[in-house]
């Protein structure tokens, strides 16, 4: 099976008929969520102070129905609008925004207590967009310049994904650095071929108190 | 869904659109009020995040007169609860945002705002 990210743009991916499979796949349903509560963890969030939270790539609230759980107030973006409709039907309790992650965000400095994000960032990396002048360097750099601004300081941005080589992280790892994020790469089951999580955890300021 | 929570965070993000691109502006407005779960704590850790001139007017916009022109230095539960219902309750529908620098119109559809930007504008 070819990588989603390699056939189309997200938007054009995931329409109607995608964005409903996707949601109602359980076993996507149950990865999701593991990797939700992983993320969610590895953001470290100071206990009994209610968070208002960034989820990147929210898609159709897999995430944020988890956030809701969770007791977090939240804002999830999107770039496919038949996920996002599929969002609004699951009725999740976040603001949801149409936006090209690429292209930056417009959130004023210190909006968020942190971002999560899961199964996106590997959309960034492929040159095929709907805005073919913007290379993946350029559209990354946007996105974590824009990103750390809007973040409080200190906290964090967990964002999971799928690089398909070291290079692909090398290159994700430098430019958020630029951007001005601390941080790294944890991998979980590193030595399992299926099981492998990458989640690029990455600190702003000293990424919260607790380490 | 867009509240008036997220609006008061939200700055123009075109390109080389830097200054007076703050609150974007309400045009043609639909509103729906839907019931939120009070949590005092997260309504006042919110209160320094928060431009209040820009909330007041986006709020009086909305028919909202509820919260007093400044920030009372006193905080009550009368007056967390008034912000409660500002910042979470009221949900935009239908209309659009649109810069105050630049006028670019950001659409609101089923309570989504379109934050897309064209090629030329892109940062
Ligand atoms: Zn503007």
Redesign the pocket.
Known sequence: MSRPELIAPPEIYYGDVEATKYTNNTRIQQIQADMTYRALELLNLPPDEPAFLLDIGCGSGLSGEILDEEGYTWVGVDVAPSMLEVALEREVEGDLFLQDIGQGFGFRPGSFDGAISISVLQWLLNAETSHPTSSPPHRLTRFFTTLHSALRNPSRAILQFYPTSDDQIQLITSIAQKAGFGGGVVVDYPNSKKARKVFLCLFVGGGGSQV | MVRLITHNLLA?H?KN?TSN?FPLQFKDIEIELREAEFNPDFIRGFLPKLEWKALIDAAKQLGDTSLPSEQPEMIDDEFLKNLHHVLLEIHIEEGAMI?P????VYPISNGIPNMLLAEHEIG
């Open positions: 123009c075109a659109c691109n810069c620098n630049c006028q670019h």
